[in-house]
C-alpha cells in the first residue's frame, strides 16, 4: 500500500509508531500528484518544495522527542479560496491569477499549530461560483471516477484531491453545498459546519452570511478529528460563535439504538436518478437496521430554499466582489484611458461568465425599486425555512436526505445556469438555515460512480451529526475507489 | 417678494478613537503615506471588520449630548459605491437603525431661543484621499477606516447666522465630551447643506440642493448665500429650481451642478452580513450618561449663575472646552471670575485671533494669565503695562513677572520721584499751565501724557493724576 492511500487515522497512528516518516508520506503524496494531476487537474498551485522542507522539519521534532502539534507531518490541500501566506491564493479567478497573500487564514493558523504540511492549493469554480469546478480560470478539473465528469463544485478541486488519494486530508469551503456536493460526486466525506463554527478570517468571501470551512476526508472519523482543530472562537470573525466548543469526537462511535430519523418528503418528490433513489433507500434501511427510528416527514418550505438561497448570496456577492478593482492587489487591464475604462475592462477580462452572471443578479436584486421584492423577500423566505428546520429538531435528531439527485455529471453537460443550479438543491436550505450537514458515500450507481447520502442536524448538533454519519459508514462499509 | 431660507445639514465629524472603526490601525492625522494601514483596511480577499467598540461608546455619547434617543438595537449597513479612495468598494455605515435618534439642539440667535432637530446620528467608515498627480492618481488609506459619526438634522436652520451657531454648538459639544478634535483645516469636521427657499408667505418646502465640498466655516457661510440668491433668481425668473446636488467652488464662490456619474447612485444599502447588530442594553446607556460630563449649555448657565458673568461672555467661554477649562482653572487659582473673563474675552482671543491659532493651542499657562492679574492688582504694574506683558508672554511663553523684571516694567511708586518730574514738566510748559490755570481743565492731560511718557508709561497713573492737579492748582 501506498502511504498517500492512508487515512488521516491510519497515518498518524504509523507516524506515531515512528514506522512511516512525514517526509515518505509527503513524498508518496506528492508522487501521487505527480501521476495524477495531468488527468484529474485537481491543483492550481503544487508547494512540493516546501511540502517536503515542512515535512522534514516536523520529522525532526519528532525524533528529538520535541513537543508536536496533533496534525504533526499530515499533508494537506487547501481549497485556493483559503489565504495561505505566502502561498498565492487565487480562488481560481483570473482577477487574483498573482496574488500571494501576507497573511493566514484562521484555519491555516490553526492546521500550522498542529504541525500538518501544506502539499497544495485546490481548483474550485472561480470564487466558489458554481457545481462542477469548470469554472476556473485555471482549467477543469476532472473526476478521478470518470475522466469524462466533473468532480462537483465548487470544491472540486479538494474532493477530487482527497478522491485520488493526491493528500491526506483538505478543506473545502461550502455556501451552498460546495463541500458536500462535490464529496457526494467523488465517494469522500464532507462537513458544512453550523453557521459561526469554523471562522471565515481569510476565507475569500463569497457570500458571507452562508460560507463555511469544512473539511473533506476519507472517513467521518478524520472530518471529526479535523473539526477539533479547524473550529473556535476568532475574535476576528464577528460572526463567530461564542460558546463552548464540543469534543467533535466525542460519543461518535455510540450506536444509534432509537435515534429519531426523519425523511423529509420533499426532498424525495424532487425528480432523482433512479440509483440515487436505490441507494437512498437501502441507506434508510440500513439505518433501521441499526435501530434507529425512521419516520417521513415534511419541510413546506423546501421548494423556496433554492430561490432564496440565489436572491441571497448573489446579493452577497455582487458587494463582496467589488473590491476587486485592479487598485490594489491582482488583475489590472494593460491598457485604459482613464479611471472608468480601467474598472470596466479590469472586471470584464478580470471575472468569468458565472461570477459576472451573479454579480449583475446581485445588483439588481439590491437595487432601488426590486430590494423589498427580492432582497428583502428572500430575507424573510430564509426565517421561514429556519424555522421549518428548527421545528423538525424538535422531532428528530437527524434528517436524512441525498446528497444531489443524479451521480456526477458529464464535463459540459449542463448547457443552462439553471439546470446547473438545480444540482444543488438537496444541499442549499442546510446553507440558508444555518444548519449542520455531512456527505458521507452510501454506494455505486450502475455506472459504478459514488452516490452519497446527507445528514442533517440541527445548528451545532455535530455531534449528533457524527455519530450518526460514523455509524452508518461502519455498517455500509463503503470501499471502493477510484481506478485512476 | 421677500423669501426664506430652510437649510438642513449633514455633518460629518471623525472621532479620536486611538484605533479605527475596523480594525486596530492607528487612527491618526499626518503620519506618512500609507503607514496607518493593514490587511483589513485595505480590503484584501478574506478580511474581515470587527466593530470598534469605542466608536459606538463615543457615538453614544454625542447621542446623548445633542438630546438623541438611543435605542437598544442599531446595525451597520454597506452602501455601495466605487471609487479607488474605497477600498471595499462599500462603505459600512449605517441605513435603516441608526445608533441615535431623534435629537434637539437649542441655540440662541439674536436674542431668539430655537430648536433644531436632529433626525439621525450614525456610525461610519471614514474613505482614504486621492493625491492627484499630472497623468496618475495616487490614494493613501490611512483615512481609510477613520470612525466617523453623521449628523443629520430636520430642515430647522433659517439663516447662515443659525447654521453658524449651531456648527459652533456642535463643535462645542463634540469638543467637551471628547469624541472629536473638530478640527475643520484636517476634514475632522466636514459638513453637507440642503437648501431651498420659498416666499416668506408659503409653508410647503422649496425644491432643495445638496451643496457638498464645504471645507471651512466661511466657505460654509458663502455658499449658504450663493445659493440662496441663485434659488430666489432661478424663482423669479419664473423658472423652477432643480433637487441636484452641488459642488461648491470655493475660489470661484459659485455652486455647480455635479456630473451625473458623481451623483445619479443607487447605493444598493443592505445589511453587513460580516457583522453582528449592536444590542445596547438600558444600563450600558446609563453607563454612558452618567460618564457625561457638563455640557456646554449647562456650563454657560454656571458661569452666569455662579460667577455673575454676562449671557454674552459665558456663551463665548462656553464655546470652546480649551476657552472654558482655561477659565475655570484660571478662576481656581485666582478668584476673581469678572476679571478672569474679562482678560481671556479682550486680550487672549484677540491674540489667537491674530495669530491664527485654536482656543486648543492657548500658549499662555492658566498659572501665568493669574500671576499678570495678581500684578495688575497689586499695582506692580498698570494696566497698559499689562497688555504689554501679556502679549510678551503669549509670544515668548515666559512668565510675567520675568517679564516685567527683563524689561524694568514696574510701576514707579515713588511720589517724590514723581513729583519731581510733575514739577519740571509744568516748568518746562508754562503755556499749557497758562492755558489750565485760565480754566482749560483738558490742558491737565497734556501734563498727564507728559509724565507717563517720561517714564515709559510705568509711573502709578493715580499718583500722576493727583499730583499734576495739585502743581496746576497751586
Known amino acids: 500500500m501506498k502511504l498517500n492511500e492512508l487515512n488521516l487515522t491510519q497515518a498518524l497512528t504509523l507516524l506515531d509508531k515512528k514506522e512511516i516518516t512525514s517526509a515518505e508520506l509527503t513524498e508518496d503524496c506528492l508522487k501521487k500528484i505527480e501521476m495524477a494531476e495531468p488527468k484529474i487537474h485537481a491543483l492550481v498551485t503544487i508547494a512540493g518544495e516546501n511540502a517536503m522542507e515542512q515535512a522534514k522539519a516536523v520529522d525532526k521534532k519528532r525524533a528529538a522527542g520535541k513537543k508536536i502539534g496533533r496534525l504533526a507531518g499530515i499533508p494537506g490541500i487547501i481549497k485556493d479560496g483559503i489565504c495561505t501566506r505566502d502561498v498565492r491564493s487565487t480562488a481560481s479567478s483570473k482577477m487574483l491569477y498573482n496574488y500571494v497573500p501576507v497573511y493566514d487564514a484562521h484555519v491555516i493558523e490553526k492546521l500550522k499549530a498542529e504541525d500538518y504540511v501544506l ?36 470544491s472540486g478541486g479538494s474532493a477530487a484531491a482527497v478522491a485520488a488519494d493526491e493528500t491526506i486530508f483538505a478543506l473545502g469551503s461550502d455556501t451552498g453545498g460546495s463541500v458536500r456536493q462535490p464529496a457526494g460526486f467523488c465517494g469522500v466525506v464532507g462537513v458544512k459546519p453550523t453557521y459561526g463554527t469554523v471562522s471565515r478570517y481569510g476565507l475569500m468571501a463569497f457570500a458571507s452570511s452562508l460560507d463555511q470551512i469544512g473539511p473533506l476526508t476519507k472517513t467521518v472519523e478524520d472530518s471529526a478529528f479535523l ?132 454579480i449583475m443578479l446581485g445588483n439588481y436584486v439590491l437595487s432601488s425599486g426590486y430590494y423589498d421584492a427580492y432582497y428583502l423577500k428572500a430575507l424573510k423566505v430564509r426565517t421561514l425555512i429556519k424555522n421549518d428546520f428548527e421545528e423538525q429538531f424538535k422531532k428528530f435528531d437527524i434528517l436524512l436526505s441525498p446528497v444531489t439527485p443524479t451521480p456526477a455529471f458529464k464535463i459540459g453537460e449542463k448547457s443552462t445556469p439553471m439546470e446547473m443550479y438545480v444540482s444543488d438543491l438537496f444541499t442549499v436550505p442546510v446553507n440558508i438555515a444555518g444548519m449542520s450537514a455531512i456527505s458521507v458515500p452510501a454506494g455505486l450507481s450502475a455506472d459504478g460512480l459514488p452516490l452519497g447520502i446527507q445528514v442533517i442536524t440541527n445548528a451545532f448538533w455535530e455531534n449528533t451529526m457524527f455519530r450518526a454519519a460514523y455509524n452508518f459508514e461502519q455498517s455500509a462499509g463503503f470501499a471502493a475507489k477510484p481506478a485512476l | 417678494m421677500k423669501y426664506e431660507k430652510v ?127 499630472s497623468g496618475y492618481s495616487r490614494v493613501d488609506y490611512n483615512r481609510g477606516g477613520v470612525p466617523l459619526i453623521e449628523i443629520v438634522t430636520e430642515p430647522d436652520l433659517r439663516s447662515a447666522e443659525e447654521v453658524k451657531v449651531f456648527l459652533e454648538s456642535i463643535k ?11 478640527k475643520m483645516q484636517e476634514g475632522s469636521l466636514r459638513c453637507d447643506v440642503n437648501i431651498s427657499v420659498r416666499p416668506e408667505s408659503q409653508k410647503e418646502f422649496g425644491t432643495r440642493a445638496e451643496l457638498k465640498n464645504l471645507n471651512s ?46 451623483e445619479a447612485h443607487d447605493y444598493r444599502y443592505f445589511p453587513d452580513p460580516d457583522l453582528v447588530p449592536i444590542y445596547l442594553e438600558d444600563n450600558e446607556i446609563q453607563d454612558i450618561r452618567d460618564s457625561m460630563p457638563e455640557l456646554p449649555a449647562a456650563k454657560k448657565q454656571r458661569y452666569i449663575g455662579e460667577f455673575s458673568l454676562s449671557d454674552y461672555d459665558a456663551s463665548i467661554l462656553t464655546n470652546s472646552k480649551f476657552t472654558a477649562e482655561y477659565f475655570e482653572q484660571c478662576v481656581l487659582q485666582y478668584p476673581n471670575p469678572k476679571a478672569v473673563c474679562n482678560y481671556i474675552m479682550v486680550d487672549l482671543l484677540k491674540m489667537l485671533n491674530e495669530s491664527g491659532m485654536e482656543a486648543s493651542q492657548i500658549p499662555v499657562p492658566a498659572g501665568d494669565l493669574c500671576g499678570l492679574l495678581k500684578l ?81 508709561g510705568k509711573a502709578n497713573p493715580k499718583t500722576v493724576n493727583e499730583l499734576v492737579k495739585k502743581e496746576l492748582d497751586g
Not at chain 1, 256 to 264: A, L, N
Not at chain 2, 28 to 52: I, K, R
Not at chain 2, 232 to 260: A, H
Open chain 2, 172 to 182: 462645542a459639544n463634540l469638543e467637551f465630551i471628547g469624541v472629536s478634535d473638530c
Open chain 2, 217 to 262: 466655516f466661511s466657505a460654509i457661510f458663502r455658499a449658504i448665500d450663493y445659493e440662496s440668491n441663485r434659488q430666489i433668481d432661478v424663482l423669479e425668473s419664473g423658472e423652477k429650481v432643480m433637487q441636484e446636488t452641488r459642488r461648491w467652488d470655493d475660489t470661484q464662490g459659485k455652486s455647480y451642478p455635479m456630473r451625473d456619474k458623481e
Open chain 1, 119 to 154: 502539499v497544495a492549493k485546490a481548483n474550485m469554480d472561480e470564487f466558489a461560483m458554481g457545481s462542477s469546478t469548470e469554472n476556473s480560470h485555471f482549467g477543469v478539473t476532472r473526476n478521478p471516477w470518470d475522466m469524462e465528469r466533473v468532480p462537483g463544485g465548487s
Open chain 2, 7 to 133: 437649510i438642513g445639514l449633514e455633518v460629518h465629524a471623525e472621532l479620536s478613537t486611538e484605533t479605527k472603526i475596523f480594525c486596530s490601525c492607528k487612527n491618526e492625522f499626518g503620519s506618512d503615506q500609507n503607514t496607518n494601514v493593514c490587511p483589513v483596511c485595505l480590503s484584501m480577499p478574506g478580511m474581515l471588520p470587527v466593530l470598534n467598540r469605542k466608536v459606538v461608546e463615543y457615538g453614544v455619547r454625542a447621542g446623548i449630548a445633542l438630546g438623541c434617543d438611543i435605542p437598544n438595537f442599531s446595525k451597520m449597513d454597506r452602501k455601495n459605491y466605487t471609487y479607488p479612495d474605497l477600498s471595499k468598494s462599500y462603505q459600512i455605515s449605517q441605513f435603516e437603525f441608526p445608533l441615535c435618534k431623534r435629537g434637539c439642539v437649542e441655540i440662541d440667535v439674536d436674542g431668539q431661543t430655537r430648536k433644531i432637530g436632529i433626525t439621525r446620528i450614525h456610525i461610519e467608515e471614514d474613505a482614504g484621499k486621492l493625491l492627484h498627480q
Open chain 1, 227 to 358: 473539526m477539533n482543530v479547524i473550529s473556535g472562537r476568532d475574535e476576528r470573525d464577528s460572526t463567530s460563535a461564542i460558546m463552548r466548543y464540543p469534543d467533535y469526537e466525542k460519543d461518535m462511535r455510540k450506536d444509534i439504538k432509537g435515534m429519531k430519523v426523519g425523511v423529509p418528503k420533499e426532498y424525495m418528490e424532487q425528480e432523482m436518478s433512479n440509483d440515487v433513489r436505490r441507494v437512498f433507500e437501502d441507506s434508510v434501511k440500513l439505518f433501521k437496521d441499526m435501530g434507529a427510528t425512521v419516520e417521513t416527514t415534511s419541510l413546506p418550505t423546501f421548494d423556496y430554499a433554492l430561490s432564496a438561497y440565489y436572491i441571497i448570496s448573489s446579493a452577497e456577492v455582487s458587494s463582496n466582489l467589488a473590491r476587486f478593482d485592479g487598485i490594489r492587489y491582482g488583475y489590472r487591464t494593460k491598457e485604459y484611458a482613464d479611471l472608468k475604462e480601467m474598472y470596466k475592462k479590469t472586471r470584464s477580462e478580470g471575472f468569468g461568465d458565472e461570477v459576472k452572471r451573479r
Open chain 2, 376 to 456: 495688575l492688582e497689586d499695582g506692580v504694574v498698570n494696566s497698559s503695562v499689562g497688555k504689554q506683558v501679556f502679549e510678551e508672554m503669549f509670544k515668548t511663553g515666559k512668565p510675567p513677572e520675568q517679564i516685567v523684571e527683563e524689561k524694568g516694567l514696574k510701576q514707579i511708586d515713588d511720589t517724590d520721584a514723581i513729583h519731581e518730574l510733575v514739577l519740571r514738566i509744568i516748568r518746562d510748559n508754562p503755556k499749557p499751565a497758562a492755558d489750565y490755570r485760565s480754566g482749560n481743565a483738558k490742558a491737565m492731560t497734556f501734563f498727564v501724557g507728559q509724565v507717563m511718557k517720561a517714564t515709559n
